[in-house]
């Protein structure tokens, strides 16, 4: 019996950055410090627009002197677009390379010996990141590795042995939202916890958003922010209901796998200990832990 599981991530989309200005380019555009990103080291960060709303959540890959951005599938093409439309005159060349790459995620006691024997070296820690033969693993969590491969690594040979949604479940648990079509445009990065999930550095320079950001921060404006649910199958932008709130929606639905998921909800709600249902009738959903204080 295997105790690796070897799942091919279909729901992420990849953007490939490269140019001489590619790392101040995304500096500018991100929440968080790319600028001082080390080689070797992985990054999450958010994309907003001017009013401080989340158009993208990004997992940050350094490669081969290059960035890869991943996101969700859905967005890959018009975000590209988008923020191609800031380039100007830096030399930047974003692409999206969604199609072209290969993604899988290796997890379980024996990951990071599986991904050895494929010929893949393993970076040694969280957020790390190794490169062999133009792939890259980056590992985000304790047995879990993430390998981004070009089609001339072969990774397409891969033997897969589970379905993404083992990953996306192991994702949300720790916390980590990842916005989609569904969701775009809605929530300040302290709504799905950003900061809390390390996507936001509140020292770093100027971005789309960034005034927003800042004062949601240190004003307490916000006035919503993200939970772990489980007990009913949901989709992201579902909207869900509290018993402190009869007849209106008290929150919004992120990601979700199986009976689990991440909600952004109204704080009175949360801090009031009311019931979250998916209708005003139905059940109760459970309020689950997250890994980080809030």
């Not at 958010?46 to 002197?65: D, E, H, M, Q």
């Not at 439309?85 to 290796?106: E, N």
């Not at 709504?191 to 949601?216: H, I, S, T, W």
Request: charged residues 20%.
């Amino acid at each position: 019996m295997t105790t690796t599981g070897i799942a091919k991530l279909g729901h992420y989309g990849l953007l490939h950055a490269a140019g001489d200005d590619a790392r101040t380019f995304l500096h500018t555009q991100l929440t968080n410090d790319i600028e001082n990103l080390p080689p070797g080291q992985a990054r999450y960060a958010g994309w907003c627009s001017a009013k401080g709303r989340l158009l993208a959540t990004f997992l940050v890959i350094p490669i081969a002197g290059d960035f890869l951005l991943q996101l969700s599938l859905d967005l890959a093409p018009a975000v590209a677009k988008r923020l191609s439309m800031f380039i100007l005159r830096s030399k930047v060349k974003l692409v999206d390379v969604s199609g072209a790459w290969h993604q899988y995620g290796f997890y379980g006691p024996e990951a990071a010996a599986t991904l050895d024997a494929l010929g893949f070296k393993v970076p040694n820690g969280e957020w790390k990141v190794a490169e062999s033969a133009g792939a890259a693993v980056a590992c985000v969590g304790a047995d879990r590795y993430l390998l981004v491969a070009p089609p001339a690594a072969a990774a397409a040979a891969i033997q897969t042995t589970a379905g993404a949604e083992e990953w996306i479940l192991a994702e949300l648990r720790a916390g980590r939202p990842m916005i989609a079509q569904q969701t775009q445009d809605q929530f300040v990065p302290q709504m799905v916890n950003l900061e809390l999930a390390g996507g936001v550095d509140f020292r770093k320079g100027c971005y789309p958003g960034q005034e927003v950001v800042a004062r949601a921060q240190y004003r307490g404006a916000v006035k919503r922010r993200m939970v772990r649910l489980r007990g009913a199958v949901l989709q992201p932008g579902q909207e869900l209901f509290s018993d402190d709130a009869p007849g209106q929606p008290s929150g919004t639905v992120v990601n979700a796998a199986g009976e689990e998921s991440l909600a952004v909800l109204q704080v009175s709600a949360i801090d009031a200990k009311s019931p979250i249902r998916t209708q005003p009738q139905a059940a109760a959903l459970e309020i689950l832990p997250l890994p980080y204080s809030q």
